[in-house]
């Protein structure tokens, strides 16, 4: 549509057209009015948004939050472990999973472990799980629950080792355990990968002093019941800030699961699970629900 002026010029003759050119003008001038309210209104309304947003009255949308880099808070007291249920593909692409099994020198000590990394045509996460273990077990015990396989096939690399004295590692270790870790993850390559640190029973007398001056080294700690929670006070406790998911079993007759869950809630961002139905490993009683929680830890962990 030609603006007014430029109707004008070209059609200048006849009343009749004239009055026409100047309705288009008092349009024209009404569309640029009725257009500068509008953006003023939507300026105004976007100053009042800033300003509300800033002072903490509205919180800032979670779309925006991700384009600036930053992420909601997660309260891990709080927070639902039980909400994505594990993908179908797992019944398939777990099958594909081949567990290798291997052996590092640690602290001068041959340490056999297993391991699964992702299948051909599983996207890799780039999370990596470290599994213990507890007296009565080893390394065998997750690739028999197919623990190995479900976390393989959800993209995670996952290590399961025998601890000194356990299973294929036949030696034991004397000397101080939080040390024999950090070559542990130093010889597995985890060092960098900040891996989950799954720690049952026994373990405990492994993971927990490691905690105290490592916990830096993984992202996530699941103990399972385990021992040794009293090696730390609570005043050290509360000073480890690693997601953690303390799970113990609704039948667990040892003592454990209430005495390390005494020791372990001070842990600021920890959030407790009973496993109904299961006993003292109660990873083995209810291995879907652990690793229902496992898929959840490790995606809130992303």
């Given amino acids: 549509m030609l603006k007014w002026p430029e109707y004008l010029i070209l059609r200048p003759w006849g009343k009749l057209y004239i009055g026409q050119c100047h ?33 903490g009255v509205v919180e800032y949308p979670e779309i925006f939050k991700e384009m600036a880099g930053q992420t909601k808070e997660i309260n891990w007291k709080t927070v639902d472990l039980y909400n994505k249920p594990l993908p179908e593909t797992i019944k398939s692409s777990k099958g594909n999973v081949a567990v290798a099994t291997k052996t590092i020198i640690v602290e001068n000590i041959k340490v056999f472990y297993r391991e699964a990394i992702p299948p051909e045509g599983v996207s890799v996460s780039g999370q990596s799980v470290l599994l ?34 356990y299973g294929n590692t036949k030696e034991k270790f004397i000397g101080n355990r939080a040390d024999f870790m950090v070559s542990l993850f130093d010889a597995l390559s985890l060092k960098d990968a900040h891996p989950v640190l799954v720690s049952p029973s026994m373990s ?38 690693v997601p953690t998911l303390i799970v113990y079993g609704s039948e667990d007759n040892t003592g454990l699961a209430e005495a390390s869950l005494q020791n372990l809630q001070v842990l600021p961002n920890s959030r407790e699970i009973k496993i109904e139905g299961a006993g003292h490993p109660a990873y083995l009683n209810q291995p879907a629900v652990f690793h229902k929680l496992l898929h959840n830890f490790l995606q809130l962990l992303k």
């Fill in 23 to 55: 309705c288009l003008k008092r349009n024209c001038d009404l569309f640029i009015m009725r257009t500068t309210f509008k953006l003023f209104v939507v300026c105004g309304l976007a100053c009042l948004w800033i300003v509300l947003t800033l002072t």
């Fill in 132 to 165: 213990l273990h507890g007296r009565a077990f080893s390394s065998e015990t997750w690739e028999k629950l197919e623990t190995l396989n479900v976390l393989a096939a959800l993209g995670h690399r996952v290590v399961a080792v025998d601890l000194p004295g």
């Fill in 204 to 241: 405990g007398e492994y993971s927990v002093v490691f905690l105290k001056d490592h916990s830096n080294m993984i992202s996530g700690y699941v103990p399972v019941a385990p021992v040794a929670t009293n090696s730390l006070s609570h005043s050290e406790l509360q000073k480890v800030v």
